[in-house]
């Protein structure tokens, strides 16, 4: 049974310019959380999903960040007109219950 | 609002010594509780989960305790080697389903 997979592992962005990440759950997981860890800062959740639905987005920056988790295919966090300050390493985790499991991460770099 | 504290932020001994690591939160309603293992660049490791029913587990080397009331837990770990060296993060679960991390310690252990 395959961990969290996400890719890429680093993703280099000039300013502007838009990010994707990747998360695809452990089989049979069906709910899916993403966290953002910034430079020398703990981790801060970030959304919660269920399959084709946002159960809990209160960490999510209000404006050009999003996530899905569509019925078919990974989970995705987008950020739009990326800026310096999204740097960061961005996880990804997926249960099938309380007990979460964590994938490797992405290292975004905003240049 | 849960806020999860974890002392000390840096920590440095020699190899073989008996260590403990602190963590604190602020809302004893807690559904479970999570030490992890960071290592540089890399994703999280999951030591060991306690749940708000339990006082304590145990792992190899490793024993953590859970003191609801108190908002505490500590991280034991027993017989310290150089590859324990990493940064260790404690997480709360709300029961909402988001983590509240702690900002880490950072152990060095020493040959």
């Known amino acids: 049974n395959a961990g969290v997979m996400q890719n890429p592992r680093h993703l280099v962005r000039r300013r502007g310019q838009e990010a994707r990440l990747r998360c695809s759950p452990m089989k049979g997981h069906s709910h899916v959380y993403w966290y953002r860890q910034l430079p020398e800062e703990g981790l801060k959740f970030m959304v919660y999903?269920?399959?084709?639905?946002?159960?809990?987005e209160s960490g999510m920056p209000k404006e050009r960040f999003s996530a899905e988790f569509p019925k078919e295919g990974p989970s995705i966090l987008r950020i739009q007109q990326v800026v310096r300050g999204d740097s960061a390493a961005y996880f990804c985790?997926?249960?099938?219950?309380?007990?979460?499991?964590f994938g490797p991460g992405t290292r975004l770099t905003v240049l | 609002k849960q806020e999860v504290t974890q002392i000390p932020a840096a920590l440095s001994v020699p190899e073989g010594e008996n260590l403990v690591l602190n963590c604190s939160f602020t809302?004893?309603?807690?559904?479970?509780l999570q030490w992890f293992r960071q290592d540089p660049g890399k994703g999280l490791t999951s030591l060991l989960l306690?749940?708000?029913?339990?006082r304590e587990q145990t792992s190899g080397r490793l024993n953590a305790s859970l003191d609801k009331s108190s908002g505490r837990s500590t991280l034991y770990i027993a017989a310290s080697q150089p590859g324990d060296s990493a940064t260790y993060l404690c997480?709360?679960?709300?029961?909402?389903?988001?983590?509240?991390f702690g900002t880490g310690t950072r152990l060095l252990v020493s040959p």
């Open positions: 306690i749940q708000s029913s339990q």
């Open positions: 809302d004893s309603a807690i559904y479970n």
């Open positions: 999903l269920q399959k084709e639905n946002i159960i809990d």
């Open positions: 985790a997926s249960s099938s219950d309380s007990v979460q499991f």
């Open positions: 997480a709360v679960n709300t029961g909402f389903q988001k983590l509240v």
